[in-house]
C-alpha cells in the first residue's frame, strides 16, 4: 500500500503523496512547497556512487564550462583571489574550481564524501562554498545546510547552484527528476525557510543560482 504522507525532509511537515513517477513515488510538503522522494526509493550509497561515475567529469569540457560559468563570475565579482573556498560535493570533476584556479584563486578546498573524503577539511571556515549541482541530492537537507553555515566566516556565502520546482512545472515530463539521485527539489518558499533558520542576512535567487549570505563582521 503507497504511503499517503510523510514528514518534510527539510522542514518537517507534513509531506502529501505526490505520485508516481519513473517507478519511484514522490511526496509535496504543504509547508515549504518542496517536492522529495519517498525514503524506500532512495539509492544505497553503492549504486549512487556507480551512477556519479556515470556523469560527464571533463573539467574542460567546453558545455560543463559554459553551464558553471554564472557561478563563477558571481564569485570573482564578490570575492578577490586570496579569498578562502570550499568545493562541497565536489564530485570528480569540480569544474568551478578549476576554473577559479586559473583565475588565480589558489585557496579552495574539495569536500565530496566518495571522491574527496577528508573531513578535515570541515574543521574550518571558509569565505565562499560552491554547492554546484549537490543539494538536490541532500538526504537530510536541514542538517546538511545547517553544516555548510557553520562552515562560513562572517561575510560570507554559500553558492547554489540547482533547478528549482515551481507550481508551472509538468512534474512528470520535468528532466530534472529523473535522475535517481536527485531526491529533493526545492520550492522558492523552501530557500526562504532556510535562510530563517539557519540565520543566513540574505538569500539571492537568480535563475538557477542561489546565494545565502552571512551577516558581515561588525567593524
Known sequence: MMQESMDCLLCSSRAEYFGIYRNKSYY?????????MGLRDFMSPKEEKHRYDQHNNDVYNPGYRKFVEPLVEKIKLEYRPEAEGLDFGAGPGPVATVILKEKGYRAIEL???????????????????????VVEHFHQPLSSFKLLRSLLLPGGTLYCMTDLYHENIDFGNWHYKNDPTHVFFYHRRALQWIKDVCDFYDLQVEKRLICFKTLPAKP
Open 111 to 133: 569536500y565530496d564524501p566518495y571522491y574527496h573524503p577528508d573531513q578535515s577539511v570541515l574543521k574550518k571556515q571558509y569565505d565562499f562554498i560552491i554547492c554546484c549541482e
Open 28 to 36: 509535496r510538503c504543504t509547508y515549504c512547497l518542496s517536492i522529495m
